[in-house]
């Protein structure tokens, strides 16, 4: 097993990270698939309200290739259709029946997975809607079905404390998530299972099966980090990659022929009062998960830098994995200047933060306004794969898309941390990602 150091990156001193306390959350009466929000998928509904469906029934394929279905997250009835602007399909709340009907789909034994050729496996992950489980980069979409990857890898979590510890998550499916594994040694000989270094007491079984321990900050154990770090020739660009409660869900649905449903949260936040892991299902409510929270907390799925607004009325999406709470951050700090920063989270040496070892209060608050960019390279030395974020920016304004990918828009891994650090208050983040998809926009026509 190889170690990797990530010498950029950032991981905040934050209070109220979730802790390893796991508890159960309560059977919801409803759960949700929210299309609107899954990057680049166009969805085209194949249900309406009232319909009755089972743990399975496809909800909607995506106009860009319609053999790839996402399937319904339970079974009962649709309660609800949410568009948000233009027409855009924000949820799709199904109302649980008591007992859950389920789609069967056909099933392969575990003895036979050494045996079966990964065309079968992709027919029968794209018929039962478990295709969209795996992601590409690097664009993190789902992967086209004619796709042959040339490295798979698997991810145990992120360093930083924001997603679903695997000690935790995988604590009882040691033999799905080898299952797993032998299912994707089917479509690569390159399986690489990576995690970051402060993980917790893996199982032996999945220790063993460890291919590189990632050393350092936020986002230690993202796969676009790791890809950087190993790639040597252009072609190795065509990777997939799978978190591992996915791999698990993947694992069940080819050996059972029934969907797998249960996802364990991680919970934390300065805004919420029960800082745990959370077992509970694909497409929860938000609110049986940060129960106990502060009054007007924001609820980020994913993690702070990066992760996505869901209402407190919300569901988890498809790969949330953790769900952090934030006070607003929105009431005026009134001579706050005078204070010096000392409880301020921040990169620079400005606040007195740097001399308060503590771990410190984090809010959704700007604390000022957009400013043009100051060149000040901040966003350069915190990136993980070492591209120059503020140059994309400029390219990108400029129409220049050849000159942004010479700078490495395509390496960008979407961690977040250029936005974060920019002391010019510009979405960087935002920036690229759209960059990003409008290049794969022209590319593919």
């Known amino acids: 097993m190889k170690t990797f ?14 802790s390893s306390s796991l508890v159960e959350a309560p059977r919801p009466d409803t759960v949700a698939l929210l299309p609107g929000w899954i990057p680049y998928v166009k969805p085209r509904l194949l249900v309406k309200e009232g319909d009755a469906v089972k743990l399975g029934t496809p909800i909607f394929e995506d106009k860009r290739n319609p053999f790839v279905v996402f399937p319904s997250p ?92 695997a000690d935790i998550a995988l604590a009882g499916e040691e033999e799905a998530f080898l299952n797993g594994l032998a299912i994707l040694s089917r479509f690569s000989p390159r399986v690489h299972v990576i995690a970051p270094k402060k993980i917790g007491a893996l199982s032996q ?29 252009p072609e190795e660009n065509r990777s997939w990659y799978i978190e591992a409660q996915d791999l698990v869900a993947l694992a069940r649905f080819v050996t059972s022929g029934c969907h797998h449903t249960k996802r364990v949260y991680a919970v934390g936040g300065n805004a919420v009062l ?38 407190a009325t919300g569901y988890m999406n498809l790969h949330h ?24 989270p921040s990169l620079s040496r400005t606040f007195f933060s740097v001399f308060n070892k503590r771990p410190l209060d984090l809010d959704c608050g700007f604390h000022g306004e957009e400013r043009p960019c100051i060149n000040c ?31 490495g828009l395509l390496d960008c891994i979407e961690c977040g941390l250029c936005s974060y650090v920019c002391p010019s208050k510009i979405e960087l983040l935002e920036t690229l990602t759209q960059s990003k998809a409008q290049y794969r926009k022209e590319r593919d026509g």
Request: proline share 7%.
């Open 377 to 407: 390279s901040r966003c350069a030395t915190v990136c993980p794969v070492e591209i120059l974020p503020q140059f994309i920016m400029k390219c990108m304004g400029a129409g220049e898309v050849e000159e942004a990918l010479a700078h």
């Open 74 to 165: 339970g079974g009962g009835v649709v309660e609800r259709i949410r568009f948000g602007p233009r027409r855009r399909i924000d949820e799709v709340v199904i109302r649980l029946d008591e007992i859950e009907p389920c789609e069967t789909f056909a099933s392969i034994p575990p003895s036979k997975i050494a045996e079966t050729e990964a065309d079968t496996f992709r027919h029968l992950l794209i018929k039962g809607g478990a295709w969209p489980l795996l992601r590409s980069l690097p664009f993190r979409d789902h992967p086209s079905v004619e796709e042959n990857p040339y490295h798979i890898i698997v991810t145990l979590g992120l360093a930083g404390g924001h997603q679903a510890r």
């Open 205 to 233: 079984k999945i220790e063993s099966c460890l291919t590189a321990r990632i050393r350092g900050s936020y986002p230690a154990g993202d796969p676009g980090h790791y890809l950087y770090r190993i790639r040597k020739s």
């Open 274 to 311: 029960k800082c745990r892991h959370v077992v509970s299902r694909l497409g929860a409510p938000v609110s049986l998960l940060g129960d106990g929270q502060a009054e007007g907390a924001r609820h980020i799925g994913g993690t702070p830098f990066s992760g996505g607004y869901l209402p």
């Open 321 to 344: 994995k953790g769900l952090t709470l934030l006070p607003p951050g929105d009431e005026e700090d009134t001579f706050g200047f005078l204070r010096g920063g000392y409880d301020r």
């Open 5 to 18: 150091t990530l010498t950029h990156g950032f991981s905040l001193r934050t209070s109220k990270r979730a």
